[in-house]
């Protein structure tokens, strides 16, 4: 008999059997492609809220319905109600409530909530347009974790997962005059839950990014892509929504390109364009971010977007942009806004402060998007910008490999960055995990998502962020990848913090061997050291935690990665000082973790020059 993980193994497996399963069962329902430029009303501003921390507005004790006095999203005046007397009470007023500005992280708007994890109800009035026989949908770019959502005290749906999007539509629920939205979210982490209750970052919960009342016509394109092939063609694929979606002309166009597409939507709503590219066409790269203004259109309905053409594949060990090889001189980066109290609130302006510190202050062409879905904002901007970007979902540490409903999720994290992105010229590479323990379990659901990406979308490369090992024979040190998940990936990816934790010295790094497989490209994505802002070796503490030890660190680990394979590319940890739970030392770290190469308020370490000139003369250096 087989033992019990190889079965779980072989049953996750099962889960792929279907080719078709992830491109059309893990496709949102309403996908709203370019939403941002869509007919809207914007309903981010002043919020109230009422914090939950015992979940009693969605369950009494025992796990009963909620008492009718605790449910915030109840369609109610409580202060009228009060004003007539009668043995009714409530505890909660939604109206009266305190209010916070959405978007943004409730860690960051009260000192009170600064630890809060748990459950908040948020509540927003609003009155619609006149539909005039169109729709409307409810679209959150994320809520962080658990969203629930109630409209005029109608639940309308749920949505699990931190940093994708998510539409309702509301077109038969709205009223005429004001409407109640109330959302009750809840950041509480689990085994379950993806990511876990353990992770290296802030708690964040909250409507994290925008929400917005999108308007479309009754048959409205739902979603729309186009890209340019490595054979040098334009394909592309529109899908429409609504009771007209077969049989429409769907006509594309590219400005400043002799481009006229043309294509008639199949029973599904779907057409498809393939026509060669012209010669004239500028390919997209971090030296020349070109971005066209493409139309798709039919006789209802208009979608724009602003897209990069490009190619990325490998050959070999070498990643290809545009059919020549590429360096990819980069950095990681977590979501946060430079300041001393971020709150996840990503602006054009504080996207574009920390992306230019890569692209320009760093000499840069890429950044890795960590370790989790980043805005809609900052992906745009790394398109206008001229970064290649790494994007992730949080399978990160802890999963319950073994749980079928877990995978579930984490394909459709996957599922929603994808269909969100895919005409971002800037994103080359979906990562699938980071830092995993090797087991059949977490290889098998590794796999599942390998294939996923694979599925949905097969023009870009697939990696993830892989643990290394070591060994010591006669005095020399080896480091080594094995994991057999290296077959399912077209980039290798490895972690490598030798020279911090552990007991090798810095003076040790240069002579440290690497032994990679053959035949892939490699990209360090993490490697990295503490150190706070301003202090200096003599301040009273030495060697680690300065900028000093940080600045050594950084020139030993850069003579290493010279004896490493097959390297094309690195994203050392981490460009900015971001908050983190884990890290506790009352003078140096006071909740930050300090690996970055600035601080928390933008101030540049000695790291941070190094890294500069290291990618300055590999700019200079023609990729092997």
Not at 320 to 339: D, T
Not at 590 to 597: A, Q
Request: aromatic share 10%.
């Amino acid at each position: 008999m087989k033992p019990f993980r190889t079965l779980v193994a072989m049953a996750l497996g099962l889960i792929m059997a279907t080719p078709s399963l992830a491109a059309e069962t893990l496709r949102p329902q309403h996908l709203l492609t370019g939403a941002i430029d869509r007919s809207h009303d914007e309903l981010s501003g002043q919020w109230t809220y009422s914090k939950d921390l015992y979940r009693t507005g969605l369950t009494d004790i025992n796990g009963w319905v909620a008492k009718s006095r605790m449910q915030r999203y109840r369609d109610i005046d409580v202060a009228a109600v009060e004003a007539k007397g009668g043995v009714d009470f409530f505890e909660f007023d939604m109206d009266r409530g305190p209010r916070m500005t959405i978007p943004g992280a409730w860690n960051a708007a009260e000192p009170e909530l600064r630890y809060y994890d748990g459950l908040i109800w948020f509540q927003r009035k609003f009155t619609p347009k006149d539909l005039k026989g169109g729709r409307a949908f409810l679209r959150f770019e994320a809520v962080n974790y658990h969203a629930h959502v109630y409209l005029n005290g109608e639940k309308i749906g749920e949505h699990e997962g931190g940093y994708t999007p998510f539409s309702f539509e509301v077109t038969d629920k709205l009223r005429a005059g004001e409407n109640r939205l109330t959302v009750g979210v809840d950041s509480e982490h689990g085994p379950q839950t993806i990511p876990t209750g353990i992770t290296d970052w802030d708690i964040y919960g909250g409507i994290i990014r925008p929400v917005r009342l999108i308007y479309t016509p009754q048959t409205y394109i739902d979603d729309a892509v186009i890209e340019l092939t490595t054979d040098g063609r334009l394909k592309g694929t529109a899908k429409l929504d609504g009771p007209q979606a077969a049989g429409q002309t769907v006509n594309v166009t590219v400005s400043g390109l002799a481009v006229k597409l043309s294509a008639t939507t199949d029973a599904n709503g779907y057409a498809r364009f393939d026509a060669k590219a012209p010669r004239n066409l500028k390919k997209w790269s971090p030296e020349t971010p070109t971005l066209y203004d493409v139309s798709f259109a039919t006789s209802s309905d208009r979608l724009d977007d602003r897209v990069g053409l490009r190619t990325i594949e490998v050959d070999g060990d070498r990643i290809l942009l545009n059919g020549k090889s590429i360096f990819l001189r980069g950095v990681s980066l977590h979501e946060e806004e430079f300041g001393p109290n971020p709150a996840r609130n990503m602006t054009e302006q504080a996207s574009r402060a920390l992306l230019s510190e890569i692209k320009y202050g760093m000499n840069g062409n890429y950044v890795r998007l960590s370790h989790y879905p980043h805005s809609d904002v900052t992906v745009r901007m790394a398109d206008e910008l001229g970064l290649l970007v790494w994007s992730e979902i949080p399978v990160y540490w802890t999963v319950d490999w073994e749980n079928p409903n877990v995978l579930l999720k984490a394909r459709t994290m996957l599922a929603e960055m994808i269909y969100r992105d895919r005409n971002r010229a800037s994103v080359i590479m979906w990562s699938v995990g980071n830092e995993t323990p090797v087991t059949d379990s977490r290889n098998a659901f590794h796999s599942a998502l390998a294939d996923t990406v694979r599925d949905i979308d097969p023009s870009r490369l697939i990696s993830a962020a892989l643990l290394v090992e070591g060994r010591t024979e006669n005095g020399q040190t080896t480091i080594f990848i094995n994991d057999p998940l290296v077959d399912k990936l077209d980039v290798m990816a490895v972690n490598t913090y030798a020279g911090w934790y552990g007991s090798n010295t810095l003076e040790e790094l240069p002579s440290l061997r690497w032994e990679v497989p053959a035949g892939k490209p490699v990209v360090l994505s993490e490697f990295g050291a503490d150190a706070l802002a301003g202090l200096r070796e003599g301040d009273g503490i030495r060697g680690k935690y300065t900028e000093d030890f940080q600045a050594e660190y950084y020139r030993q680990t850069l003579k290493m990665v010279d004896n490493i394979p097959q390297l094309r590319g690195m994203s050392p940890w981490i460009l900015k000082d971001f908050q983190s739970l884990r890290r506790e030392h009352p003078v140096i770290q006071n909740g930050w973790n300090r690996k970055g190469l600035v601080s928390e308020t933008g101030v540049r370490k000695l790291a941070f020059d190094v890294m500069a000139n290291y990618y300055k003369a590999k700019a200079a250096e023609t990729p092997k």
